[in-house]
């Protein structure tokens, strides 16, 4: 499995990623107009590394890693 960090992805790659990244599951996730949205690690002041041999297996490793963090930020900001 391949390692890259998310800074070196090109601008394609990061459109594709984004995309996919937000269609994984509905979460209800609607955070691209704010800066530091979580389908773009790229924008992260850390290095951000993903897994995968693809773009498609980055977002969706991504996603797995972090996904017990967003939902619980999703579900702070539904109880305020």
Known sequence: MKITNSKDLTENEKEIFTKIFYDIEDLGIDDLETPL??????????????????IKEMAENY??????????????????
């Open 63 to 80: 996603f797995q890693e972090y996904k017990e963090q967003i939902e619980s930020l999703l579900k702070e900001n539904d109880n305020q």
């Open 37 to 54: 949205p979580w389908g773009c690690p790229w924008y992260f002041g850390s290095i951000i590394y993903l897994k995968g041999d693809c």
